[in-house]
């Protein structure tokens, strides 16, 4: 285990089988040399289902959207384990992290909703989890979802898929 | 003719001419190795006339929705013929496609219209199309539009602009 | 002062310190090999205060939310002045914007809006400015803001962090 699993561990964070993609596009892509990684949009899927569903606030409080958002995050994560062989000690930076928040018209609380996926993505990598950002609301999303987040990553060292 | 020229043959696509923006900015950009092709968001533009308008699925079917991401995709295809010079067996990876659905509030099937577009790019490529994805949902599109869709794709070989 | 810092003040537009992000973020990231630069979602604050909110056209008219889209530009360059260590001239090349408006449900007009950020690239980097573009509507933006801004850029000479 490296450092970045023994933080997940203190956090208490046991990373899910990677989501299946729910439709015909793939986890991540890798550039050709291998140093970025791009994961596809994440829902909050928890042991198989979604942990919220409808905009917020009214039909899913600001709370319990950042904990759904904090899970979209949790699931990038499990893809980021995948495209690193295991290894996530091997990302260098979250490059930049896009986060959809399903919500009611005029609705403006979006960054506090996405920092449950920026919280913890200082938390588990420190430095190399400082990212770009574009957090922003939609009337409708895949499955009536809460939140979808999307993410790129650099690698340290090039991985061959 | 290469083997992607063939298989769109096989497929009875014939690329248009790539649109022009609608706006002030580039159909696409590369970096400055030459290695990552950024492709604008395209709108189903077909013949000169857009494929479909208004949101799905009210205005809109699922299906026709789904004709119009296909749509879009043939398009970007169409930028990427000329960000390859032609040769669209350049293209290593299709790292990354963003696809913005024109929803009713609360319509969940952005998946299922956005395969429109993902399926048409593993016919074409095979696995240089497998690629991650964000297809959400939107109050409103440029010209009204169903689908926008924008895509990342990286090169085998450099290209010089 | 180099080429675009004299650009910049031919066209009178003086720099402010780059906004600080509103929540668990930062400002911009580089890749590893410090070629590329995202930088996160700008809003159109200007002198600490949003210059509209609300959606365009009905609470914000269109010349005005194309000046929003202009200040986020204003706010992302002086993102990107930090990022070159306050050298622009060290862009090469700006790869992609992505644009959220602020949107009346069915407004069409979001690349004229988009068009206040893009012309103003195209003034400052000249080839340089020309750019890959996603301009979308959004029910909801964060601090109810009319737009917010994204870029993706590349540099002439890698920077060290």
Known sequence: MGPVDNTLERLGITLPAAPKPVAAYVPFTQSHGGHLIYVSGQLPFKDGKLLTTGPAPSAVTIELATEAARQCCINAL????????????????????????????????????????????????????????????????????????????????????
């Open 78 to 161: 499990a893809v980021l384990r995948d495209a690193t062989n295991g290894d996530l000690d091997q990302i260098a930076q979250i490059l930049r992290i896009g986060v959809f928040v399903l919500s009611d018209t005029g609705f403006d609380g979006q960054p506090k909703i996405a920092n449950g996926a920026s919280e913890l993505l200082a938390a588990v990598f420190g430095n190399a989890g400082k990212h770009a950002r574009a957090a922003v609301g939609a009337n409708a999303l895949p499955l009536n979802a809460t939140v979808e987040l999307e993410l790129v990553a650099e690698l340290r060292t090039p991985q061959k898929s």
